[in-house]
């Protein structure tokens, strides 16, 4: 499974970023997507995942400003993120777990920087 993350860039607060996926390779039928975050100094954490069924689960801290979504025929995830924040500055990680294994994939690092 590869990982190709494209999208992320400077923003103003209270702007939209959105970021984009797309995995390639054999995927197994069941499985979560989503999207990481690692900010300078802190350890990466969980923004949003989504699962092979589309069950979404959310960080509190982005719950109603970001949106994740996959497009099964394209095998994309994204991750519509809005009203965002200075805090929200950080490299966001595309993120593929195989269920069974389980095995993680990951893509390469995006960066989001938003001004105040």
């Known amino acids: 499974v590869q990982l190709q993350a494209s999208g992320g860039g400077l923003a103003q607060a209270g702007g939209s970023v959105r970021l984009s996926c797309t995995v390639s390779?054999?995927?197994?039928?069941?499985?979560?997507m989503g999207w990481y975050r690692q900010a300078p100094g802190k350890e990466r954490e969980v923004v949003a995942r989504?699962?092979?069924?589309?069950?979404?689960v959310y960080a509190d801290s982005v719950k109603s400003r970001f949106t994740i979504s996959r497009d099964n025929a394209k095998n994309t995830v994204d991750l519509q993120m809005n009203s965002l924040k200075p805090e929200d500055t950080a490299v966001y990680y595309c993120h593929f777990r195989q269920v069974v294994g389980p095995v993680d994939y990951w893509g390469k690092g995006t960066l989001v920087t938003v001004s105040s």
């Open positions: 989504i699962t092979s069924g589309g069950s979404t």
């Open positions: 390779g054999r995927i197994p039928s069941v499985h979560t």
